[in-house]
């Protein structure tokens, strides 16, 4: 094996790769457990396999570490990593934690961490890379870095600070808003809480709409008011609305005063829905068109890049106003429909007459029989009096009816996977894919 120091930070990202060059996975963090009289011990890693799983690699069964890329025997159990009472994840929990130095100098913070092969199959905690604390006047100014052995530094109480979380989110800058929300709901309430504090707005309000919510909650509770109504502003209306109905009444109206009025106001509305029916899991902004908009303009609005396949799947075509509640729904245009004809052809000649609106109060099982029934991505919702109040995509009735653990949930086939230490009969398996991220931006147009 490489006796190469390797430094932990650097590490985490880099290909999993069996002794053939097959690539299995990446690194997502080193496993480590503390000892009374020496440095941590690596006992192994937590790999990102395909299906957006984490299993445990056991440092037993790594061939090499180095050139950006680890190598293992190739056998590897699918089984979704647990962390046990005696483990810490070098990223996830020690990386930006406060050390003090033995030699009575100060506190620094640990920045990185290297681990160094000491035996066959055996790694250890080698040196700790920190940066005390700033001492000049200029405002973005860092503090000295030096490198230290395990045994010159102390761990203590942070006294109610929160740990930093920079590398961390560094390190996880690449995952979709989904996988991420499941390394968060991975770690110690603690540090879930400190990680997501750190998170800009718009990246805590994705990782929001993919958490159950119950954590998003307790999220939502460290934040202060005007910066939980900051959040609750990015996310999509359905899923603000949904973490909003299960806080406190007066913390509610709070936030909803703090809104900007307009995603204030589309969250009140759907609060005022059943949360089981058609209008309680509703999106209130789909794209929103005339009957004179041509085919070309109905396609510029759904390329855009940033819109979910689901709500771009079709436009909505309305009388004026054009904002929900509208005028009277006219009818739907799917996007290959428009495909079909020239860019100068008016929307309003070639209107899906087959697709019928349900209304607001149509119960879930009701809108999943047609949605099932007529393949489709989205269905519209109308009110009493034929407006158009939003849509119910394919994802939204997902959210209804899978399982309240399903983002943790193991299928059946991992029953049989033997536990983390393993014998050579276990190998790399196909897993079932994530349902991707339901965000959403918003896609109306005037």
Same mark, same amino acid.
């Given at each position: 094996?490489?006796?190469?120091?390797?430094?932990?930070?650097?590490?985490?990202?880099?290909?999993?790769?069996?002794?053939?060059?097959?690539?299995?996975?990446?690194?997502?963090?080193?496993?480590?457990?503390?000892?009374?009289a020496a440095a941590p011990r690596v006992v192994g890693m937590v790999v990102e396999i395909p299906g957006r799983r984490r299993v445990f690699l056991s440092i037993g069964r790594i061939v090499s570490i180095g050139a950006g890329q680890v190598?293992?025997?190739?056998?590897?159990?699918?089984?979704?990593?647990?962390?046990?009472?005696?483990?810490?994840?070098?990223?996830?929990?020690?990386?930006?934690?406060?050390?003090?130095?033995?030699?009575?100098?100060?506190?620094?913070?640990?920045?990185?961490?290297?681990?160094?092969?000491?035996?066959?199959? /055996?790694?250890?905690?080698?040196?700790? &890379?920190?940066?005390?604390?700033? *001492?000049?006047?200029?405002? &973005?100014?860092?503090?000295?870095?030096?490198?230290?052995?395990w045994s010159d530094i102390r761990e203590q109480d942070s006294g109610g600070r929160s740990q930093s979380a920079a590398q961390l989110i560094q390190s996880t800058a690449d995952l979709p808003a989904a996988d991420l929300a499941s390394t968060l709901l991975d770690l110690p309430e603690q540090r879930m809480l400190e990680v997501a504090d750190e998170l800009t707005d718009q990246r805590l309000a994705d990782v929001l709409e993919e958490m159950p919510e119950e954590s998003g909650i307790k999220i939502l509770a460290r934040l202060g008011d005007d910066r939980a109504a900051d959040v609750l502003e990015e996310m999509q209306p359905d899923d603000a609305?949904?973490?909003?109905?299960?806080?406190?009444?007066?913390?509610?109206?709070?936030?909803?005063?703090?809104?900007?009025?307009?995603?204030?106001?589309?969250?009140?509305?759907?609060?005022?829905?059943?949360?089981?029916?058609?209008?309680?899991?509703?999106?209130?902004?789909?794209?929103?068109?005339?009957?004179?908009?041509?085919?070309?303009?109905?396609?510029?609005?759904?390329?855009?890049?940033?819109?979910?396949?689901?709500?771009g799947a079709a436009v909505c075509v309305t009388q004026p106003p054009y904002e929900p509640p509208t005028g009277r729904f006219l009818g739907i245009v799917h996007f290959q429909r428009m495909l079909r004809y020239p860019p100068h052809e008016k929307l309003g000649s070639i209107l899906d007459t087959q697709t019928e609106p349900v209304q607001a109060n149509t119960s879930v099982a009701e809108v999943s029989r047609i949605l099932a029934s007529y393949n489709l991505v989205q269905v519209p919702v109308v009110d009493e009096n034929h407006r158009l109040v939003g849509v119910v995509t394919v994802d939204d009735v997902l959210d209804r009816l899978l399982p309240d653990d399903?983002?943790?949930?193991?299928? /059946?086939?991992?029953?049989?996977?033997?536990?983390?230490? *393993?014998?050579?009969?276990?190998?790399?398996?196909t897993v079932p894919q994530r349902i991707p991220s339901r965000r959403s931006p918003r896609g109306r147009a005037r």
């Open positions: 094996m490489s006796t190469t120091r390797i430094f932990v930070a650097r590490l985490a990202g880099c290909g999993v790769f069996d002794r053939s060059g097959d690539r299995l996975g990446r690194v997502r963090d080193v496993v480590v457990v503390y000892r009374r190598i293992t025997t190739g056998l590897i159990s699918v089984r979704r990593f647990e962390q046990r009472a005696s483990e810490v994840r070098v990223v996830a929990e020690l990386l930006g934690r406060r050390v003090a130095l033995t030699d009575g100098s100060g506190e620094s913070t640990v920045e990185d961490v290297a681990i160094e092969q000491v035996g066959p199959a /055996e790694w250890e905690v080698g040196q700790v &890379f920190v940066r005390r604390p700033r *001492t000049g006047p200029a405002p &973005f100014g860092r503090g000295a870095t030096a490198f230290v052995k609305a949904d973490l909003i109905a299960k806080l406190p009444d007066e913390r509610s109206e709070t936030l909803l005063d703090l809104m900007e009025s307009e995603e204030a106001d589309d969250v009140r509305m759907l609060l005022a829905y059943d949360p089981d029916t058609a209008g309680g899991m509703m999106t209130p902004d789909p794209i929103i068109v005339s009957a004179d908009a041509t085919v070309a303009e109905g396609l510029a609005l759904i390329r855009r890049h940033e819109l979910a396949p689901a709500l399903w983002r943790s949930a193991d299928s /059946e086939d991992d029953e049989a996977v033997m536990p983390r230490v *393993t014998t050579d009969t276990s190998a790399i398996t």
